[in-house]
């Protein structure tokens, strides 16, 4: 099975700051990997599809990128409804699907 | 667009249970469905895909043979059979939809999750 290797598992930043996650895979998926915000006691919401597309509705200050097993996740310009907790997807051809561990993304 | 969980409850370990997830505003037998579970303090754990007309069926393996996914397309509702449950199965348990020709492979839609604790 596939791995997701997410980094950092925590971050501390501040309403403004620009802020970037990474997502590893143990094999190369090509751009099958998607992100996802979760807010405490709230369902996931897709973000980013496919490593760069955005999803409808979501602000342009989210932002993904990388193919094969290098992908990053950016946040430019934070707002407060920004802290949430983060996580990479993969889902390759066929399933199992994997998650990464999450990124926790709190206030300075 | 909706998907709404049902079903979860209090079990004791080795015993069984059956998830509902009912679906409305969008054409459900077009779709493949999944199953995520996040235990109490952790991440999210994806667990099972059916596929639009329940031909196909994929499991992570810490649940394989003990869960079952299935699909009622007339009844716009998709099932998880939670069998020889184990305290290890407490989690919320959410239903997603998964994109089609956009996002596919994406989890586009989800539930708002149905809590199973299993204890003595």
Redesign the interface.
């Known amino acids: 099975?596939i791995q997701m290797t997410q980094s950092p598992s925590s971050l501390s930043a501040s309403v403004g700051d620009r802020v970037t996650i990474t997502c590893q895979a143990s094999q190369d998926i090509k751009n099958?990997l998607?992100w996802?915000q979760?807010k405490p006691g709230?369902?996931?919401?897709?973000l980013i599809?496919?490593a760069s597309?955005l999803?409808s509705g979501v602000p342009s200050r989210f932002s993904g990128s990388g193919s094969g097993t290098h992908f990053t996740f950016t946040i430019t310009s934070l707002q407060p409804e920004d802290f949430a907790t983060y996580?990479c997807?993969q889902?390759?051809v066929?399933?199992?699907?994997?998650?990464?561990?999450?990124t926790k993304l709190d206030i300075k | 667009v909706y998907l709404v969980e049902s079903g979860g409850g209090v079990v004791q370990p080795g015993k069984s249970l059956r998830l509902s997830c009912a679906a409305s505003g969008f054409t459900f037998s077009s779709y493949s469905l999944?199953w995520?579970r996040q235990a109490p303090g952790r991440?999210?754990?994806?667990l099972a895909?059916i596929s639009f007309d329940g031909s196909d069926e994929?499991?992570?393996?810490s649940v394989k043979g003990r869960f079952t996914i299935s699909r009622d397309n007339s009844k716009n509702t998709l099932f998880l059979q939670l069998n020889s449950l184990r305290i290890e199965d407490t989690a919320v348990y959410?239903c997603a939809r998964e994109?089609i020709t956009?996002?596919?492979?994406?989890?586009?839609v989800?539930?708002?999750?149905t809590v199973v604790t299993v204890s003595s």
């Open positions: 099975d099958y998607n996802y979760q709230k369902a996931p919401r897709l599809y496919d597309n999803e996580y997807q889902y390759d066929l399933p199992p699907y994997t998650f990464g561990q999450g | 999944n995520v991440g999210l754990e994806w895909l994929f499991y992570a393996d959410y994109g956009v996002a596919v492979g994406a989890f586009d989800w539930g708002h999750g």
